[in-house]
């Protein structure tokens, strides 16, 4: 499979090396790819570099690794015509950094980021996902507690969440929930005040939740 | 200890039922107490009754267990004079019933009920704690995992906050994290939209979140 990776941060370059490492064609795109360099030091040789619209029409798949508050910018960058019809994995967190710390939500409640993209993108099968862990454990979650710890999912096409299933299980998790359509991704999203604090508390982000019952 | 418990529902019975079965001295306060005989009947027969503000002035230490809609005015019920100094463990939620289901939160983000609480009632030491799980796993976590699962403590008090966990640790509770001041209130009631969604699709509430590292 061809992926398409939006996002030269921690996310998107954890997302990438992984990809590639899996053996699947990747391109990573950036705003600007050869302001990029020195910024993508650590990505794996196979890993293509371009620009978001690039990037978009390269992969069948888009993971959205770009920051909350630029993610609809980005995806306008990345284009209407290289996104249409395509799954794109929602990493995005609507962080606010401008109410002080710990960082509070742009929207919540009664909408969310995911469905904001959903409804900026009608014809992109918007998968909410890996939202609520850090980039090291998104990629390969037996870095704790040997993988067993839950990954929530959410979005409007059943096909898509078997898509995004299939990837999550090739990253190596087993404890997946699907929540339902994208409107669910006001949970996951709300997931992030609890995280950052603990964040915060513990001084490591290699921490995730194990449901129990 | 002597206790009053305000909300005589699910929560408020299990927790009073669970305190007097520690040998604690409890008086349950509801609006009218002459009308809650047979809501009542599951009450342990050591628990006294009384009005909101009789259970007030009776606990040492007071539990709002009223529903986060009307906690404010069950507490105003209860009286400033009753509650001036004392510890509430407040474990209400802001859940908004009013725009379908699941519910959304009537305050959040930058703001929560537990701070509303403490605002309103500036003497109050208002301990934020149990909102996060059914009322059986409250008053006994060793209901699921053996009791190996992760309760949220804040407060702006720390000498109320130990008292807290006292009683916590009385219930059975060992993996107990204080996030901080009664602001992390925020972070805490922002769990209830995941925990509605997944006890939605459960069927049940006896869950709880374990964090592994």
Redesign the interface.
Known sequence: MKYGVLGTGMVGLAISNRLAELGHEVMIGTREPSKSGDKLKSKNDAVKIGTFAESAAFGEVIFNATGGAVSIDALKMAGQANLNGKVLVDISNPLDYS?GMPP??FV???DSLGEQVQRAFPKLKVVKALNTVTAPIMVNPKR??GG??DL?ICGNDAGAKETVTGILREFGWTNI?D??DIT?A???E??L??W???YG??G?A????????
Chains 1, 2 share one sequence.
């Open positions: 109410k509070s939500l919540g409640n009664t704790v507690a067993d710890h929530f929930h929540l339902g669910n006001r949970a996951v709300a997931v005040p609890i950052v604090r603990l508390k513990f490591t290699m921490f995730n939740f194990k449901i129990v019952q």
